[in-house]
């Protein structure tokens, strides 16, 4: 088996056993991402050869030290979204307008990665500024899914999600906002999980909607998600958003007995349209759960039919005021030849931001304006609460939710580019967990008639990534699912 195909665990092992090197492995990935990211455009930015300085440092660190002390990622080669500064490596949000913004300082996500001695292999492409559901509002290429090439990988975290999935990475980072994690794994047939709002610090993530963006970790297994989750989580004096919380071992939840857990089926979550296989392959796999000793029950969350216009009014208004400061002044690509100040703000945003995003502005700007401010933005606050709340009762009587991540399977590329309302829409099923604040978690359950992967969601009371982790664990070990490949020498 090549290298490339291992997990963060295996590799851990392989690593610390003396079986391999952090450079053979870094060069074994490098090549991996060589053969395929003309073919999936999965990176924007290959960093291959600081990879390799950093691999090389980590190996010294490894043959100098007890294993025992080895941080956890010590050599371990992980992809990050293009929208999380890496000091002094070309961080872009896949948009013309950062170009050629080279971040001068490090996101807390990365610092922390970086503490514990990974390898940072480059960049994901993504949708522009992370808005869109299927990578294609990227400003330099699409990417491609790995199990057919002709259909999206979703959004906005697509290229961590192919990167993972066609093992061109050991694990990655992705943001989500409204699904950007959970969307694209499902797709991809790769676990992707959005911590709870608060649990991960977002200094150095360039802001989208910053009442609902998270980091996260895309993984090929649940394992390997809760060792990224571990290393990137935790209080930072540099986000007053972060919750001072301590972090739990996240890992030593894994392998326990669910016996007993209460998973709630939100009945809202079953919905007449919905891709009958997805239905089929996510009922499956809650009768699995009930066979590992859950006791699945349903649960009402009936303001469920609202959650799609409410997030697209709230982060459509945060991205408006979020997205003003790249106007020529200290981030955008300037031109030179503007007459004046407006001149300059208007070519730096006219040339710099794509349709999708330049819709979005227009939209949240609207949103709240005076006039329309109480009909909209403080409409879908209210809104917001009454999901808040729905989950709040509901999670009184069950531990858990089990759901589909997606109403249907990866769909063609082009397919919804010129149809807004319809690639949004497919954010039906993860826009709820980001307004209500909560932990979510997609994990491979099935496979269509195409062959196309679906997921099962996982939605844990918040700061309960502990048994979120553990029933998603206990499901994926009790499954193969995990373990399919996509035929990527066939494409
Ligand atoms: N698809 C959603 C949107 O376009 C979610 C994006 C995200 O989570 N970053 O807003």
Known sequence: MELYTKTISECQSLIRNGQISSVELTRSVLGRIASLNERLGAYITVTGDTAF?????????????????????????????????????????????????????????????????????????????????????????SVKNPWNTEMAPGGSSGGSAVAVAADACIGALGSDTGGSIRQPAALCGVVGLKPTYGRVSRYGLVAFASSLDQIGPLAKTVKDAAILLQAIAGPDTNDSTCAPFEVPDFTSSLGRDIKGIKVGIPKQYFIEGMHPRVEDSVKKAINQLESLGAKAVEVDLPHTDYAVSTYYILATSEASSNLARFDGVRFGVRRQKESDLMDMYTTTRSAGFGPEVKRRIMLGTYALSSGYYDAYYLKAQQVRTLIKQDFEHAFNSVDIMACPTTPAPAFRLGEKLDDPLQMYLNDIFTISANLAGLPGISVPCGFTDDNLPVGLQLLGRPFDEENLLMVAHAYEQSTDWHKIKPKLLDI
């Open 53 to 141: 300085r950093q691999a090389e440092e980590a190996d010294k660190i490894i043959r100098s030290q007890p294993v025992e002390n080895l941080p956890p990622l010590m050599g371990i080669p992980v992809a990050v979204k293009d929208n999380m500064c890496t000091e002094g490596v070309r961080t872009t949000c896949a948009s013309a307008l950062l170009d050629d913004f080279v971040p001068p300082y490090e996101s807390t996500v990365t610092g922390r990665l970086a503490a514990e001695g990974y390898v940072l292999l480059g960049k994901t492409n993504m949708d522009e500024f992370a808005m869109g559901s299927s990578n294609e509002t990227s400003a330099f290429y």
